[in-house]
């Protein structure tokens, strides 16, 4: 007991199938790369991009320094008790 399909089924299903074809896809990064560029033609925007870039930039600036500061001071603690006592450090370091 099958239902009879609708007339000209067939001719249908082909269309949508070439209408699909015919469609010219966009691309996600294509579709991104235009709202970018659109945005950044407005100098406010622009300007408080670079803002934050700037700002981001100093910030991951100062942790790594004080990372470094910190690193070498422990390191300079450590040369400076071995100017001193020599076997000392050593026997604290296994």
């Keep these: 007991m099958t239902d009879p399909l609708p007339p000209r089924f067939q001719e249908q299903v082909w269309q949508r199938i070439a209408r ?4 010219p896809g966009t691309a996600f990064w294509s579709d991104f ?5 659109r945005a950044f033609t407005r100098p406010r925007v ?3 991009y ?5 700002a981001a930039g100093v910030a991951a600036g100062i942790l790594t320094a004080q990372a ?3 690193r070498l001071e422990t390191d300079l603690g450590q040369r400076y008790v071995q100017t001193i006592d020599p076997y000392r450090l ?3 370091n296994p």
Excluded: D, P
Excluded at 50 to 54: K, P, Q
């Design 50 to 54: 670079l803002t934050v870039l700037m």
């Design 20 to 23: 699909a074809e015919s469609k």
């Design 90 to 92: 050593a026997a604290s």
């Design 68 to 70: 470094e500061r910190a």
């Design 46 to 48: 622009a300007y408080a």
């Design 33 to 37: 790369v235009q709202v970018f560029l």
